[in-house]
C-alpha cells in the first residue's frame, strides 16, 4: 500500500472528507486528492501536518516497513561472548609485541651502553 492509500485510509477511518481535510491543511481540494492518488511528491513538513491532522504518527502514513529487531538475551549473551574472546586474543597479542619489542630495546639498550667504545685511529 502506498503513502496516499494509506492516508486515505486514516482520513475514511476518522470520518474525515477530501474537502475537511483540505481544509484543516489550507490547501486546495484538488491538491489533496492529488496527495491521496500519489501524483504529488509528499514532502516531510506537508506530511508531518497530515499527521497531525489525522491524529496519527507520521511513520503511520509512510509507505515503509518496520523491521522488529530480535534483541533475545541468548543472543546478546552470545554476541558478548564472541566479543570477549576476541579481546582477549588482541590483548594476548600486544602483550606479546610488546614483550618482544621491549626485550629487544632493553637488550640493544645494555649493548651500547656496556661496549666499548671505538677507538678511532688518527691517521699519523
Known amino acids: 500500500m502506498n503513502t496516499g492509500e494509506k492516508i486515505r485510509q486514516i482520513r475514511l477511518l476518522k470520518g474525515f472528507s477530501q474537502e475537511n481535510m483540505a481544509d484543516m491543511l489550507g490547501i486546495s481540494t484538488t491538491a489533496y486528492g492529488d496527495i491521496e492518488r ?3 511528491e509528499l514532502t516531510i513538513s ?8 489525522l491524529g496519527v504518527g507520521i511513520v503511520d502514513l509512510m509507505d515503509i516497513e518496520l523491521h522488529s529487531v530480535d534483541f533475545s538475551m541468548e543472543k546478546l549473551q552470545l554476541e558478548n561472548e564472541k ?3 576476541e579481546v582477549e586474543k588482541w590483548q594476548m597479542a600486544a602483550a606479546y609485541w610488546h614483550e618482544k619489542y621491549e626485550n629487544r630495546f632493553i637488550g640493544n639498550t645494555m649493548r651500547v651502553i656496556t661496549e666499548e667504545p671505538e677507538r678511532r685511529k688518527i691517521g699519523f
Open 38 to 40: 500519489n501524483k504529488t
Open 46 to 53: 506537508r506530511a508531518t501536518e497530515i499527521a497531525k491532522v
Open 83 to 85: 566479543l570477549k574472546s
